[in-house]
């Protein structure tokens, strides 16, 4: 890019937490950005800056991306959820995030978001029974620091049984 | 104990927040017509700054500035510092280099910030700095800090000849010597404690912002300790006066240590919005912080344990070569002196030890205080040599450590500390009956019949926490005192608000804190705030580091919630028309002795503000404490962990198959939060012996710079934890609390290596002990044969 040329922008419509959303962004704008910087969803956070950490998995489409991995202009249409919106404002909690606080599968808090809509997607794509090793090798793609993990797999196992019965697993794909 | 007091294992009450995407981390502020920083970093291990064009950057689009480190010193913008003197064997202070914060003339390591853009948005400020022209003279550079000491090396900074920082020692060498001449078996180790990088999730972020109105800072900062970072800043960076400097430290994502230091990057914030008169936003990219944040351990040691023909250790003595980077951070100095050598006693009687420790410059990112802080490294040299020694002498090492356990307290090691109290014999059994330590001879053959390698390890490690008595650690060399504060505001309808000057980053405080209250005052943990990490809020306090904040944070809690008590009875006396001695409060209910009258908590709360009942008598209206608490002693924790390992000879990987934690810390508040954090500190402790370490090639280039290059535990690298507890109440402090969030990270590196060179059958192996590591060094010492 020269020197004092703008960065090229575009539009963007996409639905975010049920929400229609539309906004002008630069080309380069990483999904995760627009969450935070343009619609404040500071929930989804940014760790790393290789795909490695996790802490910015939200849902496009019923499915677990990183969205520090993907342009916001990629999206055009698509259906996003991010931790804001697992549960309504007001409403229950969503059954994976009681099971992360009633299981202490939280320190800092700073990967929390991004374990938690991994563990939802998980439970879609591998039921509510789920083996430790399962769990494990599923969270090949969410760095946590504080808790040894231990606490998380105790979690999502209690929170996919929880899960059962409450549609909650495909909520985001419907 | 009521059923959220101290001892229940409550729900945190800051979850909340962080299930739902609620959390307020520094890069969730935001500030009216903020600029962003993007720094431009040295790419060379060493060089001379010969210019800096900052022209083609300048007229970029959205750019406010271009500053550099000229305009810094202009501006008289004090260097950093490190706040813990040490001196030399010969007398000598440590050779503390100048280091500015933005380098000036010359650069020191790689990452070193050179020159800062402020731009409208983060993208124009990265653009822009892309256009800084930087006119380098490469000069030869040293990573190794070995090599750094040898004749020849390159220099690194005038002060320090031969780049070396202090030349240290603690301990009789004389008695040493003639200890091991008498010795009967000698143990050798060359141990290398290999260099870390924290990484905490959530990186590094500062916004400063400056109000000409008023002449006042305010900087967010992602920082453990914000009042020091405000002392610093004030006093020796010049910045501001304190009563014109505000930081504040809002939820902070994971520390270990590295966000205890006071950085360059929140020192050109704060300059830099005065100059652009608009707040100015940083925050780190990965690769970035790698690069900026302080790395962990790097000792180079070579230590030897003497033994008598029973067995028992008579004498240790260790050389240490610290690598602190280069320049020195905060607390620097102290990490491979007052926090390593003071524990080379661990749980054994050991009559004599010597320690030396040289600490020297290198041409890479400075080190400091990462979880444990030298505590593991000396953890690390006394439990291989235990566990080399027993295996040696032919002796089971956990009756070769039974044997040598401190049995009588208080008991004065030879390097200074005095441990108060422990029960080692009672956690090393504990520990032995959950491992099923004598099936482990079946497990080893089972192991080898599918064609594993099956091997055993322990650590009985100790650590000095509950930082610590204020006189104690000022003749030791330190800038400041170690006490903690704590204010509690009843307010007037009988809800609490503690104030403390620790700060949370994942501890659970607001439950912990509030724990406390709830037990004394017999009110509901939902009725108490815990205020902390605002220097606005907070009149002082030292921060959370060195498991300090349970033992010195809670007990200044407790010494303010005594206070309020004891007013809270002379208001009760008006309230129930009694004499103030016949006062009881039990159960969140004042009583008069010998009579059904009382009075409830919240009555006699409102009562103190409305103050009828006492108006215009000796009793102030109000009921507010505040109490300044100075530990009397460090704390001891201490612990047994046995690891074990299944390796496969073929392709070198080791698999941790089973870990068992028994731990002493004293008083328990909070059973589900100590697991946890003892869960964590064994997971980062894995981490330092299987995967993690900071690679520096010849030229000074970090090469493992990202997380697809540093290797941090994932949650297939661990097996789920059996974690069980004994206590032994802590004298210390007033509530018999010793501390737990390092415990993991000082015991685990040492239980994995013991049981893997059990498992292989050769001590000669490094951290980390990554496939390609282990296999070599099966390679190297022969094939072993399973079982």
Same mark, same amino acid.
């Given at each position: ?31 995760? +950005? ?17 795909? +490695? ?20 202009? +990629? ?100 | ?36 920083? #993007? ?379 005095? #441990? ?208 300044? #608490? ?65 690679? #520096? ?91």
């Amino acid at each position: 890019m020269a020197a004092n040329t703008p960065a090229a922008t575009a539009t963007v419509s996409l639905t975010v937490n049920g929400k229609p959303v539309s906004a002008a962004v630069d080309t380069r704008t990483l999904l995760v +950005q627009l969450l935070r910087e343009e619609l404040r969803l500071t929930g989804t956070h940014v760790g790393c800056d290789t795909s +490695q950490c996790g802490a910015c998995v939200v849902h496009v489409n019923g499915r677990a991306i990183k969205s520090c991995t993907v342009l916001a202009l +990629q999206l055009e249409g698509a259906d996003v959820l991010t931790i804001e919106g697992l549960a309504a404002p007001d409403g229950p909690l969503h059954p994976m995030q009681e099971a992360f606080r009633e299981n202490h599968g939280l320190q800092c808090g700073y990967c929390t978001p991004g374990m938690i809509m991994t563990a939802v997607d998980l439970v879609r794509r591998k039921g509510h029974e789920l083996d430790d090793r399962t769990i494990r090798e599923e969270l090949e793609g969410n760095i946590c620091r504080c808790t040894g993990y231990h606490n998380i797999v105790k979690a999502i196992a209690a929170g996919a049984r929880a899960m059962r019965g409450t549609g909650a697993a495909s909520k985001a794909a419907e | 104990m009521s059923g959220t007091g101290i001892g229940a294992a409550v729900r945190r009450k800051e979850d909340q927040r962080f299930i739902t995407g609620k959390g307020h981390y520094t890069d969730d502020v935001n500030r009216p017509g903020q600029a962003y920083a #993007y720094f431009v970093r040295s790419p060379h291990a060493h060089a001379a700054i010969k210019s800096i064009d900052v022209k083609a950057a300048a007229v970029m689009s959205g750019v406010l500035a271009v500053l550099t480190g000229a305009e810094l010193a202009k501006d008289k913008i004090g260097n950093l510092i490190c706040g813990w003197m040490i001196h030399s064997k010969d007398g000598s202070p440590m050779k503390m280099a100048a280091h500015p914060a933005l380098a000036n003339g010359k650069a020191c390591h790689v990452g070193d910030p050179i020159a800062v853009v402020i731009a409208a948005t983060p993208a124009q400020a990265r653009d822009a700095a892309e256009k800084v022209k930087v006119d380098y003279g490469v000069l030869p550079a040293v990573a190794d800090p070995v090599a750094a000491q040898k004749p020849g090396a390159p220099q690194i900074h005038d002060v320090a000849p031969g780049n070396t920082i202090y030349q240290w020692s603690l301990g009789d060498a004389k008695a040493v010597d003639a200890a091991f001449k008498s010795a009967k078996h000698v143990t050798k180790l060359d141990i290398v404690n290999n260099r870390l990088v924290p990484n905490a999730i959530e990186p590094r972020a500062a916004i400063g912002e400056y109000d000409s109105g008023t002449g006042t800072f305010t900087l967010w900062n992602t920082t453990q300790n914000p009042h020091v970072a405000r002392l610093v800043i004030a006093a020796f960076v010049g910045m501001a006066p304190e009563h014109k400097l505000r930081v504040i430290a809002p939820d902070v994502g994971g520390g270990f240590g590295s966000k205890i230091f006071i950085y360059p990057e929140e020192v050109v914030a704060l300059w830099a919005a005065k100059k652009v008169g608009q707040p100015v936003k940083w925050v780190a990219e990965r690769s970035e912080a790698f690069l900026a944040d302080a790395h962990g351990r790097d000792h180079v040691t070579h230590a030897e344990m003497a033994f008598d023909g029973e067995g028992k250790i008579v004498a240790l003595r260790a050389k240490t070569v610290a690598n602190l980077g280069a320049y020195m951070s905060t607390f620097s100095s102290s990490v491979p002196t007052y926090l390593y050598a003071t524990l080379l006693s661990g749980q054994y009687e050991i009559p004599q030890i010597y320690c030396e420790v040289d600490a020297v410059y290198t041409n890479t990112v400075p080190v400091d205080a990462y979880r444990g802080a030298g505590r593991p490294e000396a953890t690390f040299v006394v439990e291989r040599l235990v566990e080399v020694g027993a295996r040696e002498m032919g002796q089971d090492p956990a009756e070769l450590r039974r044997k040598n356990f401190i049995k009588q307290f208080p008991h004065q090691t030879p390097v200074i500390m005095t #441990y108060d109290a422990g029960d080692y014999n009672a956690s090393l059994k504990k520990a032995l009956e959950l491992a099923d330590y004598k099936g482990f001879a079946k497990r080893k053959r089972d192991a080898a019949r599918h064609g594993k390698l099956r091997g055993i390890g322990f650590s009985t490690y100790i650590e000095a926490c509950g930082i610590a008595p204020s006189q104690a650690v000022g003749s030791l060399g330190a800038g400041v005192g170690l006490w903690e504060s704590a204010e509690v505001r009843v307010n007037p309808t009988g809800s609490v608000e503690i104030l403390t000057g620790c700060h949370a980053h994942g501890q659970g405080h607001e439950t912990t804190f509030a724990q406390l209250v709830s037990e004394r005052l017999g009110i509901p943990i939902d009725n108490v705030a815990v205020l902390h990490g605002d220097t606005e809020v907070v009149q002082f306090g030292m921060g959370t580091y060195g498991s300090r904040s349970g033992a010195v944070g809670m007990s200044a809690l407790s010494k303010a919630l005594d206070k309020v008590v004891a007013k809270a009875k002379k208001v009760a006396a008006h309230v129930l028309e009694a004499a103030e001695a016949d006062i009881e409060f039990k159960d969140g209910k004042f009583g008069v002795a010998g009579t059904d009258k009382s009075a409830a908590w919240g009555d006699v709360a409102l009562n103190a503000y409305i103050a009828h009942k006492f108006s215009g008598q000796e009793l102030e209206p109000g009921l507010k404490e505040t109490s300044f #608490y100075d530990p009397t002693n460090f704390t001891f924790p201490a612990g047994c962990h046995i690891c074990e390992v299944e390796v496969d000879s073929e392709t070198g990987a080791a698999e941790i198959v089973a870990w068992t934690a028994v731990d002493d810390f004293g008083v328990v508040v909070n059973p589900m939060i100590v697991e946890g954090q003892v869960h964590g500190g064994i997971a980062q402790g894995v981490g330092q012996a299987l995967c993690e370490g900071a690679v #520096y090639d010849k030229a000074g280039q970090l090469v493992t710079g990202s997380f697809m290059d540093y290797c941090m535990p994932r949650a297939d690298h661990l097996p789920p934890l059996k974690v069980d507890m004994t206590v032994t109440r802590c004298p210390s402090n007033p509530l018999g609390i010793k501390g737990c969030g390092e415990a993991g990270a000082i015991a685990a590196p040492a239980a994995v290596i013991n049981a893997i060179t059990d498992a292989i059958g050769t001590e000669n192996l490094a951290m980390p002990a990554t496939p390609a590591t282990v296999w070599a060094a099966i390679r190297k010492s022969g094939l072993p044969r399973a079982a």
